[in-house]
């Protein structure tokens, strides 16, 4: 592969913050009248970090944050953005009361959209009375399955994301929610071909010596992972990025290869053209391992997926394409490292992107790198840790509901849809009939600022008909459209067990300090609702019944992780299965699949179509020319972190900006500093042009913040769709195609 100069170690890392002296000598050390809690991130992150907060014990509050040195992958240091989670703990402008909006002020009642000054404080005993009042009422006028809950990973812990939630919503009766935003194409695509999802321990990428970013903005989003990879290129390795954008990775990568959005399916079917032609397949591996290696072959050596072929429709060169197939088939041979691939989940936002991720799964299949250590590939290890999930959730209680059976289930990417069209038959019902949705209860999530399609979304949100109630720790975008708005706590409030989707450790993380004001966890939130609205003992649960429930498993990868173990320890590894060198490697051998096979599934073959919105789609020779990326930006988590002064700081250099190539501009009269807008059939939004080539020609490229803090209240999410993904039920976020052009040449538009 062909290198170019990087700086080895131009990353961030933060070891702690402070916003009070814990010692007066100032000294870094805890003094005597401070005490050391052990935390863990709960944010919606692979790498899960150990945290060390420093209390004051006088006063109660945190006064420091650093990464536990002791955990294998947090090792000491923090994200600059949880480095600043003090900030957002005692940020001024946190939800810390009850509150609903008002009934009336001297001009009449301010219409959703409205912010804070719309709202009242009122007792916490008041909000759950007329909560339970209001979902009782609807349900029984309209049936329960008019209420929607509406959550996702605000937290990642198995009480917060998980638990008394679920109980409440299933004895209610209330719609089920399909929680597809993020993960499902990729992860299914994984369980259909491994049987479970799992993969190389980010330890060992420092014994790789290639090593494939795929979709992956490791310095971005998965810092913890960077040190390992830097590890691997002092000794040699090589770190190649595909990705369509010109990310922090890519940046110091050895060779960026931009992809056009879509096309990485057949990316990886040209891989293995190359792979199988030149004979760099393990035949013993594919014979004992794998099932469907000769349909794979067959398909993979057809002329359409030579790199000859694959080039134009991709934009990566066929020679390109020829040396990265070379380099991951002689990786691990003849005593030289393995190849790994560090996968992620920007690769299955688009319509197709099941089929992709399914097809670059396969590789390690093929080459066997799975027998070595620092070999495989790694998109996510959630489903190593076996918490007793169903215990914690109790699905069974849908049948003590009304209903007296399972509820309808609608799909989060369409909530669009299912706030202004649910009554009629379609796609957000799950091809269910079933009443309008006349409750939403938000929590773990902005809706109004994530969920596509947000024109649609802020429509439904608008409906004076609709009863909203938001659980937050600030008044966000949501907020805004509540009825009623309930203070969250921050996982320094509350207690919660965790696992990890990029590591193999479960851990504990301990309630730091008293919440804040009159903030409440989700589980005594629901737990609360619960023995309001049911006699049922299941909502009598707290923090620790409910921790000793999702632990309950004789899971043998839990073998020896009790509660007990992880109050003293705070993080205790899984109990993987060893070679006899003493190493877990996943898929080394057969008794690692979870497939019916008890293999690695290489058919069906992963045939690669065009998504429609694409420029090699059926949509793509239309009125909107060209790709649109709405990513996620560096300094926040989704649109967690965007409105603390801080981190928009740190994002200041990109905020509010279209970010597209010097032909694309130049043939709009567009140059850097223009307003631009940005539309398609779906909506408008108005941004600052950036014109470079951190996108290739067709593409552009804009970041995610929430809509009131952005240009005219409207965020790139104005121009993302509701369709799925082919596998999981997905996001196509990165399936859009927009036309781009000055805002005064499109006044009249």
């Given at each position: ?91 001024p402008d946190r939800l810390l009361y009850p509150m609903r909006r008002k009934a009336g002020v001297p001009k009449g009642p301010l219409p959703k959209g409205s912010e804070r000054d719309a709202f009242e404080r009122i007792s916490w005993h008041e909000a759950l009375d007329f909560v339970a009042m209001k979902l009782k009422q609807i349900a029984a006028e309209s049936g329960p399955e008019s209420i929607l809950p509406y959550s996702y990973a605000g ?595």
């Open positions: 592969m062909c290198t170019q100069n990087h700086p080895r170690d131009a990353y961030n890392i933060v070891v702690f913050t402070s916003l009070a002296n814990t010692n007066p000598s100032g000294s870094n050390e805890p003094s005597a009248a401070t005490k050391t809690v052990h935390a863990v991130c709960t944010h919606d992150c692979p790498d899960t970090c150990g945290l060390l907060v420093t209390v004051d014990t006088l006063t109660g509050r945190a006064t420091r944050l650093q990464g536990d040195p002791s955990h294998p992958v947090t090792r000491g240091f923090l994200c600059g953005k949880v480095a600043r989670y003090l900030d957002r703990v005692y940020s937290t990642i812990g198995q009480l917060g994301y998980g638990s008394m939630d679920r109980r409440f919503f299933y004895r209610l009766g209330a719609s089920q929610l399909d929680r597809t935003i993020c993960s499902t194409a990729g992860g299914e695509a994984l369980k259909q071909v491994y049987g479970v999802k799992l993969g190389t321990i980010p330890q060992d990428f420092a014994h790789a010596g290639l090593i494939i970013a795929w979709g992956a903005n490791i310095h971005g989003t998965n810092i913890h992972l960077w040190p390992f990879i830097e590890e691997a290129r002092r000794h040699g390795a090589s770190l190649v990025v595909i990705d369509p954008y010109r990310t922090r990775t890519a940046a110091l990568a050895d060779e960026h290869l931009a992809i056009r959005p879509g096309t990485d399916g057949l990316l990886a079917l040209a891989l293995m053209h190359v792979l199988f032609r030149d004979g760099h397949e393990d035949a013993e591996y594919l014979r004992e391992c794998t099932h469907g290696a000769e349909d794979l072959r067959a398909y993979a050596l057809r002329e359409e997926h030579a790199p000859a072929r694959v080039a134009a429709v991709t934009g990566i060169a066929a020679d390109t394409i020829e040396r990265l197939a070379q380099a991951y088939g002689n990786a691990g041979r003849n005593g030289s490292r393995p190849a790994a691939i560090r996968l992620n989940y920007g690769i299955q936002r688009c319509e197709n992107g099941g089929t992709a991720a399914r097809a670059v799964a396969m590789l390690p299949l093929i080459t066997g790198s799975w027998k070595q250590r620092g070999g495989g590939l790694q998109l996510s290890t959630s489903g190593a840790f076996p918490f007793n999930s169903s215990r914690l959730q109790m699905p069974e209680m849908m049948q003590r509901s009304t209903l007296k059976r399972a509820s309808r289930i609608v799909n989060m990417n369409q909530l669009g849809k299912a706030l202004t069209e649910l009554g009629q038959r379609s796609a957000a019902l799950d091809s269910n009939d079933g009443p309008p949705v006349k409750a939403l209860f938000v929590y773990n999530s902005n809706a109004a600022a994530v969920a596509p399609d947000s024109e649609r979304v802020l429509a439904g949100l608008r409906r004076e008909d609709l009863f909203t109630v938001v659980h937050e720790q600030f008044f966000n975008d949501t907020t805004d459209y509540a009825d009623v708005v309930l203070p969250a706590t921050t996982f320094l409030e509350h207690k919660d067990v965790l696992g990890a989707y990029g590591h193999l450790n479960a851990q504990i993380s301990q309630a730091a300090i008293a919440p804040l004001g009159e903030a409440r966890s989700n589980v005594w939130l629901f737990g609360e609702l619960g023995q309001r609205m049911f006699s049922d003992k299941e909502f009598d649960d707290g923090e620790e019944e409910l921790i000793a429930q999702a632990l309950d498993t004789d899971h043998p990868f839990f073998a020896g992780i009790t509660k007990q173990r992880l109050e003293r320890e705070g993080h205790v590894p899984l109990s993987l299965p060893k070679n006899e060198h003493g190493e877990s490697l996943p898929f080394s051998s057969r008794e690692w699949f979870r497939t019916p096979s008890g293999r690695g599934e290489l058919i069906p073959v992963p045939a690669w179509i065009a998504p429609h919105e694409s420029r090699s789609g059926a949509e793509g020779a239309g009125e909107f020319p060209l790709e649109f990326l709405p990513r996620k930006a560096d300094n926040y988590m989704n649109s967690t972190f965007a409105n603390l002064p801080g981190h928009r700081h740190m994002e200041r250099k990109t905020a509010g900006l279209l970010e597209i190539h010097p032909s694309d501009a130049a043939a709009r009269g567009v140059s850097s500093g223009d307003s631009v807008s940005v539309w398609n059939g779906r909506g408008r939004i108005t941004l600052t042009a950036s014109v470079g080539e951190t996108v290739p020609e067709g593409v552009v490229a804009s970041r995610l913040d929430w809509q009131k803090l952005s240009h005219n209240g409207a965020n790139v999410n104005m121009l993302t769709s509701e369709r799925l993904s082919d596998l999981g039920g997905g996001a196509t976020f990165y399936s859009t195609l927009v036309e781009v052009a000055k805002t005064e040449q499109t006044a009249a538009v």
